[in-house]
């Protein structure tokens, strides 16, 4: 897992520690020391830790003006132990909700597992966005059954199309607009997103 790095390309255009709304702000990274582990695996420094034991994370883009984040996760989402949606809400996402951000963008390529609890957290998550939504792309399988299980795609919108989406190949404000495109027919009542 060491050698996993978040995405890169997109620094060229954001970085969370250069933005002081970022909860972020002022971070510094090291290159050669791994402090961070998900169980007895070392991740890549450039992770953000939240809190969690298992979870970490990467802003990768955040455009204020459309409201929007792009978030990239790693590791074990285990509610069930760590409470990790409400680490995750309590000390990255209120910050952005409170910085106007509504639509949020999550890339589980690299979330192995899920653990549940209760849905609280995730509708207080979504309550708070109002006429924003959140988007999971490229869940895996496992994972996303495991949402699915207690409730969660009452507040996620993830699979169809989004389950199998080569997002790197995009620009974020390209990203976006495909999953805003994506959402909007979820969301029309004569529309049927495919499974």
């Known amino acids: 897992m060491h050698t996993i790095e978040p995405y890169w390309n997109w620094r060229n255009l954001y970085m969370s520690e250069e933005d002081e709304r970022s ?3 002022g971070r510094e990274y090291s290159e050669m020391y791994y402090t961070d582990a ?3 695996h070392y991740i890549h420094p450039q992770w953000d830790n939240i809190g969690s034991q298992t979870l970490f994370i990467k802003i990768l883009y955040v455009e204020y003006d459309d409201q929007f984040a792009i978030i990239e996760l790693i590791g074990e989402w285990n509610d069930t132990l760590y409470n990790d ?6 000390e990255i996402i209120d910050t952005m909700i409170q910085e106007g951000i509504t639509k949020f963008v999550l890339l589980g390529d690299s979330i192995l597992n899920f653990h549940s609890s209760d849905d609280s957290y995730y509708e207080e998550w979504f309550e708070d966005i109002e006429d924003g939504w959140i988007a999971m792309i490229n869940g895996r399988d496992h994972v996303l059954q495991d949402f699915s299980a207690i409730g969660i795609d009452n507040y996620f919108i993830f699979g169809g199309p989004l389950n199998d989406m080569d997002w790197a190949t ?3 404000l390209q990203l976006f607009q495909k ?3 994506m959402v909007e027919k979820r969301f029309d009542p004569n529309f049927m997103l495919e499974e």
Not at 85 to 90: A, D, F, N, P, Q
């Open 179 to 181: 999953v805003e495109q």
């Open 170 to 172: 995009f620009r974020p």
């Open 23 to 25: 909860p972020f702000y």
């Open 85 to 90: 949606v409400m680490t995750l809400k309590r």
């Open 38 to 40: 998900i169980y007895d």
